[in-house]
């Protein structure tokens, strides 16, 4: 069964630096994610991608993050200079045309 | 803007019971509702959902959902727990006229099934 996939699976950087968070997700589907959660906390949404353009994003999405799907098969979320805050695990996901949405395993960001 | 309520934080149940984890909802329109589990340091996998039609779903693993219109809720239930089942269960829900089809999470009920 197809999955999507996220690497790495543990990312460790200092505040201030740039980290990307590669994903790969299923082959077909149109529609693209991520979402962070915060250790002990609520799943959260922070930028949809479709048609190689943000559809929506939310206030956590600031000017700090960026989305691209550089060629037809990654999807990749920057962050350009890491806070402390930061710190969650972040997940990609990818939905066909229709309803449900598919989590890869995440990512865990640690920023020190 | 559409939101999610679980008031459990966890919940214990023995196996071989039935099992209810809670979920009610607050969105314009009609929702599209789902249900995720998430056992530890993994993703998170769908479960089932419910979108139009019949008020009960079935989905994986033997878990079903029951929508109720008039009492936004959207309640899973499995009629005999496994230890297995032990894990995060997260409700969310996607309000339909939303561009981006944005899932909204509640905070997640942990289920723990004991012998």
């Known amino acids: 069964e197809p999955e999507v996939t996220q690497t790495p699976s543990h990312q460790v950087t200092q505040m201030g630096q740039e980290v990307i968070l590669r994903c790969v997700p299923i082959?077909?589907?149109?529609?693209f994610y991520w979402y962070r959660q915060i250790l002990g906390q609520k799943v959260e949404f922070l930028v949809s991608?479709?048609?190689?353009?943000?559809?929506?994003k939310s206030e956590i999405f600031d000017d700090q993050f960026s989305v691209e799907r550089p060629d037809g098969s990654n999807f990749t979320l920057k962050i350009r200079s890491t806070k402390l805050e930061d710190s969650a695990m972040y997940f990609c996901?990818?939905?066909?045309?229709?309803?449900?949405?598919?989590f890869g395993p995440g990512t865990r960001l640690t920023v020190t | 803007a559409q939101s999610v309520a679980q008031p459990e934080d966890q919940v214990n149940v023995a196996e071989g019971n039935p099992l209810t984890v809670k979920c009610t909802y607050s969105?314009?329109?009609?929702?599209?509702l789902f249900w995720y589990v998430q056992y530890p340091n993994r993703g998170l996998q769908f479960l089932l959902k419910?979108?139009?039609?019949?008020?009960l779903v079935k989905g994986s693993y033997g878990f079903e959902a029951e929508f109720n219109k008039s009492q936004t809720s959207f309640h899973l239930k499995k009629p005999s727990a496994l230890v297995s089942d032990s894990a995060l269960y997260f409700c969310?829900?996607?309000?339909?006229?939303?561009?981006?089809?944005?899932?909204?999470f509640g905070t997640g009920t942990q289920l723990k099934v004991e012998l």
């Open positions: 996901a990818s939905r066909p045309s229709f309803y449900e949405q598919y």
């Open positions: 082959s077909n589907h149109l529609y």
């Open positions: 991608f479709y048609n190689n353009e943000i559809s929506e």
């Open positions: 969105v314009s329109g009609n929702p599209y």
């Open positions: 419910y979108i139009t039609g019949d008020n």
């Open positions: 969310a829900v996607r309000d339909p006229t939303g561009g981006g089809n944005k899932l909204t």
